[in-house]
Every structure is written in structure tokens, then in C-alpha cells.
């Protein structure tokens, strides 16, 4: 079953060494020449909210060993549409 931070780490009973109970939540992939730029996928999507549309939409990605090209590259987000948050302290 490996420790925590084993790679790829799963976990299963002694009655059933090759069937998996228990997995990663989250996969990650980054190019160390390229760290701005990487993929990643989560069990489930970005909202905690059952109702929200964001609830379940990686899902199916998970299942299938499919990922979400992400980026921390400021110049790529700041050119980009997406919505930004903006937290201030009082």
C-alpha cells in the first residue's frame, strides 16, 4: 500500500491483495522544464456544492485517466476570461 507519499498509493485488504479499496483523489502531472504548465484531475470537480454545475465535472475524467491542462503563468492568466476573485483583508 506504500506511506503518504508514495506515488500512485492504494490501499487494499490482506483477503484481497489485488483488489483496490482505496486511491488518490487527485493526480498531478508536472514537467520539471516546464513547471507553469501541468495537468491535473480531481475525483470529483471544483465546488464542494452538490448542486453546483462544477460539483462533478471531472468525474468522468478521473474514471478515465484524463486531465485538465492548468497553468500559474500570470501572463497566460491575466490575458485569459476567466473569473478572478480578489480577497482583501479589512
Do not use: C
Request: hydrophobic share 30%; glycine share 8%.
Amino acid at each position: 500500500s506504500g506511506g503518504g507519499t508514495t506515488v500512485a498509493k492504494t490501499e487494499y485488504k490482506m483477503t484481497l491483495p489485488y483488489a483496490t479499496s482505496v486511491g488518490p483523489s487527485m493526480r498531478q502531472v508536472v514537467d520539471l522544464a516546464t513547471p507553469q504548465s501541468s495537468f491535473l484531475v480531481i475525483t470529483s470537480g471544483e465546488s464542494g456544492q452538490p448542486l453546483n454545475e462544477h460539483y462533478d465535472d471531472q468525474t468522468s475524467l478521473w474514471l478515465n485517466g484524463g486531465y485538465l491542462q492548468i497553468t500559474t503563468n500570470w501572463d497566460v492568466i491575466e490575458r485569459s476570461k476567466w473569473n478572478r476573485l480578489t480577497l482583501r483583508p479589512e
